[in-house]
Nanobody, 114 residues
Framework: VQLQASGGGLVQAGGSLRLSCAAS????????MGWYRQARGKQRELVADITVGGNTDYAGSVKGRFTISRDNAKNTAYLQMNSLKPEDTAVYYC?????????WGQGTQVTVSS
């Protein structure tokens, strides 16, 4: 499985961005797709994930502001980020989990200016 993340950028506080993660390869085996982020000097953390059945989980800090979705036909996961805050600044990574392995995409930088 290969993952291609896109959609990061620079935005002012209160603004919005939409990240995309397109999967290719043995995509039929993907169970969970998720977004993680790593701010400078901090550990990587879960932002949100979604199962193939559509069940979602969110970090408390993003609940109500971020929405994860998944288009199984396009093998793509999305992260809609609204009401962005400077503390959301980080490199965002896409992850895909199968029954036997997990895969990471390259990071995409999100910078929120105050």
């Amino acid at each position: 499985v290969q993952l291609q993340a896109s959609g990061g950028g620079l935005v002012q506080a209160g603004g919005s961005l939409r990240l995309s993660c397109a999967a290719s390869g043995s995509i039929s085996s993907i169970n969970v797709m998720g977004w993680y982020r790593q701010a400078r000097g901090k550990q990587r953390e879960l932002v949100a994930d979604i199962t193939v059945g559509g069940n979602t989980d969110y970090a408390g800090s993003v609940k109500g502001r971020f929405t994860i979705s998944r288009d199984n036909a396009k093998n793509t996961a999305y992260l809609q980020m609204n009401s962005l805050k400077p503390e959301d600044t980080a490199v965002y990574y896409c992850r895909a989990i199968t029954l036997i392995a997990d895969y990471w995409g390259q990071g995409t930088q999100v910078t929120v200016s105050s």
